[in-house]
């Protein structure tokens, strides 16, 4: 144990001295913060930040709007556990208005249709403030959208931060079920060879023939759209890189002489690759481990891209860049450049972390 941390600890000091490595792990832990408290951070945090106004819909970043919100007793909260993993339902209904007037007990708003048309409505101050006219002045507000609305009239800003979640629980998920997987069937064949390697690594050669985005392809249609549905099917063309990797360190290690000394002491199979090759095989394996997280992220917002992925309204950045990709042609390409530059900077991260941790693990 004394031994491991010690190498843990040296691990740690050679990874601080790769700069670009730090700085993806800063990036990753960024994202991370987001996604836990995504619902506290963004500035809509309504379920799956869908508050639609089509009538600012497609606007650029840092446009500004102003509203009259008027209470909505149809929804509820649902407590402070429920704000922050699932959002709170919308308690305002919003208009958005050009200008207002208030003479006595009637309000009357200018409507916003679009840039050139208004419609003149009224309202009763009474109604609206549930009889309390001071309250006036806090349902009118004005809003700044950071990063503009999507073609819904939705805050993109908002959406990129809830739609972290959903890129880094597909990146954790698929990784998961990948290592357990290839670490299982890696550990398996190059432990015993024999006819069990001869099955294991037939198996890995067919599945490593198809290519990836086809049997995704092939897996989501079996498996159904969905959420998890995705997760799984991505996780389950991953496990071929990690299982060659393992395969590979275990025929190294298990000639070696601590491994020997183990079979002398009668310690059984299990054991010894549980408790004595694994532990020396990590390294590598964080390293493809980290690889991988970037790939499950790209193929995640391909599927989602090709509408088979996350179904609406759940944020995704793969399936933002599917509902404003026609923009990149007209009057606005943000829209669809912003999350395509968010999946860019993330994959990134863990790529700079993974060449981080290949160059850290690497004894020579």
């Known amino acids: ?30 994202c991370i913060f987001m996604a836990l408290f995504a619902y506290l951070i963004a500035p809509d945090n309504t379920p799956n930040a869908d508050l639609q106004t089509v009538e600012i819909q497609a606007k650029k970043p840092g446009y500004t709007q102003m509203f009259l919100r008027i209470p909505d007793a149809k929804n509820s909260s649902t407590g402070w556990l429920g704000n922050i993993f699932s959002g ?22 200018e ?6 048309t208004s419609v003149t409505q009224h309202y009763n101050v009474n109604a609206i403030t549930n009889n309390n006219p001071s309250r006036l002045s806090s349902l ?10 999507d073609a ?34 890696g550990a398996l064949a190059g432990y015993y060879r024999g006819w069990v390697d001869e099955i294991i690594v037939w198996f890995i050669n067919v599945s490593w023939s198809i290519p990836t985005l086809l049997l995704v392809f092939a897996i989501s249609m079996a498996l159904g759209k969905g959420f998890w549905q995705i997760f799984i099917a991505v996780g389950l063309t991953m496990w071929v890189s990690v299982a060659r990797l393992v395969r590979g360190q275990v ?18 199979n299990s054991r010894i690759i549980v408790k004595h090759i694994l532990p020396n095989i990590l390294g590598p394996v964080m390293v493809i481990a980290a690889g991988n997280f970037a790939t499950a992220i790209i193929v995640e917002a391909g599927l989602s891209f090709l509408g088979i992925g996350v179904q609406a309204p759940t944020p995704s950045w793969g399936l933002m860049i599917k509902e404003n990709y026609n923009f990149i042609i007209t009057h606005n390409p943000m829209l669809a450049l912003i999350p395509g530059i968010a999946i860019m900077l993330l994959v990134l991260a863990f790529n700079l972390l993974g060449n981080g941790l290949r160059d850290a693990v690497d004894v020579k």
């Open 1 to 30: 144990m004394e031994q491991q941390f010690s190498y843990n600890r040296l691990l740690w000091r050679k990874l601080k001295k790769n700069k670009a490595a730090i700085a993806g792990m800063i990036v990753i832990a960024c």
């Open 251 to 268: 025929i190294a290690v298990k000639e070696q002489e601590f491994v020997l000394a183990a079979r002398a002491l009668g310690f059984t």
């Open 140 to 149: 009118i507000i004005t809003k700044k959208y950071w990063l503009g609305t």
């Open 152 to 185: 819904y009239g939705r805050d993109i800003l908002s959406r990129l931060i809830v739609g972290t979640r959903v890129s880094l629980a597909v990146g954790l998920i698929a990784l998961l079920i990948s290592l357990t997987l290839g670490i299982l069937l």
């Open 111 to 116: 409507k916003f249709v679009d840039d050139d």
């Open 88 to 109: 709170s339902p919308a308690q305002y209904r919003y208009i958005p208005i050009s200008a207002y007037k208030v003479s006595g007990n009637d309000l009357t708003v």
